[in-house]
């Protein structure tokens, strides 16, 4: 089950052009894999994915799993 609350907050980031997990405002000229930009399509910036995708942390989930759960499906 996604919660509707992530995907209210991945709304609100397309909405209002921010970070939908870390709030911060997409800084389009922040093209490192690490930076501020918009990552793609998502609501979300390229550190945020980038942290997402590389942790090692077994249990981790966060706005940025639930988004792109949510949109496979
Ligand atoms: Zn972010
Ligand atoms: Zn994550």
């Not at 209002?16 to 870390?22: D, H, I, S």
């Not at 000229?29 to 930009?37: E, I, L, S, V």
Request: contains cysteine; charged residues 30%; aromatic residues 8%.
């Amino acid at each position: 089950m996604i919660s509707n609350k992530y995907k209210q907050l991945a709304q609100d980031a397309v909405d209002t052009e921010k970070c939908a997990k870390c709030k911060r405002p997409f800084d389009p000229a922040d093209t490192r894999f690490d930076g501020q930009a918009r990552s793609g399509e998502k609501p979300f910036c390229r550190g945020c994915v980038d942290i997402c995708q590389g942790t090692e942390i077994a249990d981790h989930w966060c706005p940025v799993d639930a988004w792109l759960t949510g949109s496979e499906r």
